[in-house]
Nanobody
Framework: QVQLVESGGGLVQAGGSLRLSCAASGLTFSVYNMAWFRQAPEKEREFVAGISWNNNAAYAESVKGRFTVSRDTAKNMVYLQMNSLNPKDTAVYYC??????????????WGQGTQVTVSS
């Protein structure tokens, strides 16, 4: 079955950096679009960044210029490099996947999430 396993979360001071990783298995990774979402307490889950099967990246306005999404198809991994973190970035971060041919915005598979906490 498909599994997405996030890692790399933690506690960091404002202005610091973290790199999240997502290990994917059980799917043909090279044809899947991957994305990162986040959910802060008492808020809805929101899109953070995505990378298509052919390496086109997209970002939420709130993270543009600070976050970078990348993928390593040989390792079935997707990454989120987060720089200049601020307390508003505090959330549980989720990795998600959907087939590259999908025309919907709905992601089919989700990881369990990793907590990112940014202290002021």
């Amino acid at each position: 079955q498909v599994q997405l396993v996030e890692s790399g979360g933690g506690l960091v001071q404002a202005g610091g950096s973290l790199r999240l990783s997502c290990a994917a298995s059980g799917l043909t990774f090279s044809v899947y679009n991957m994305a990162w979402f986040r959910q802060a307490p008492e808020k809805e889950r929101e899109f953070v960044a995505g990378i298509s099967w052919n390496n086109n990246a997209a970002y939420a306005e709130s993270v543009k210029g600070r976050f970078t999404v990348s993928r390593d198809t040989a390792k079935n991994m997707v990454y989120l490099q987060m720089n200049s973190l601020n307390p508003k970035d505090t959330a549980v971060y989720y990795c998600a996947a959907k087939p590259g041919y999908s025309s919907t915005t709905t992601y089919d598979y989700w990881g369990q999430g990793t907590q990112v906490t940014v202290s002021s």
